[in-house]
């Protein structure tokens, strides 16, 4: 099991969840963030952290594609563990529906 971050994280990345993992397994895009699932313990301290509720367990129906996703952005992107500011129209995006088609970038975020 791990968790996953999920759609509403694209255009937000607000990054509360990077200074609560214990073994630091987010990754960072250019848009949103990804989880590493085989580095994750599972502890769900992030879930509740992040303001966007854009991680979830990947026991929830429906997720699979979100766990694909993490599984293959988190080799390709830099490791990231300190909050910086989230994106500019992070409350504008916030709830939005279709932001996967519409924003979703493979591009590498900064890292820290
Ligand atoms: S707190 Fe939520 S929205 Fe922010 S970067 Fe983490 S997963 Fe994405
Ligand atoms: S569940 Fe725990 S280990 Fe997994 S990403 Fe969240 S804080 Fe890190």
Redesign the pocket.
């Known amino acids: 099991m791990t968790y996953v971050?999920i759609e509403?994280?694209i255009k937000?990345?607000?990054?509360?969840?990077?200074e609560v993992c214990p073994v630091d397994c987010?990754y960072e895009g250019e848009n949103?963030?990804v989880i590493h699932p085989d580095e994750c313990i599972d502890c769900g301290v992030?879930e509740p952290?992040?303001?966007?509720?854009?991680?979830k367990p990947d026991t929830e129906r429906g997720l699979e594609k979100w766990l694909e996703l993490n599984g293959a952005m988190a080799k390709a992107w830099p490791n990231v563990t300190v909050k910086r500011d989230?994106l500019p129209d992070?409350k504008a995006f916030d709830g939005r529906p279709g932001k996967y088609d519409e924003f979703f970038s493979a591009e590498p975020g900064k890292g820290d």
């Open positions: 971050v509403n994280c937000c990345k607000y990054m509360d969840c990077v987010f949103m963030l992030c952290e992040c303001p966007a509720e854009a991680i989230p992070a």
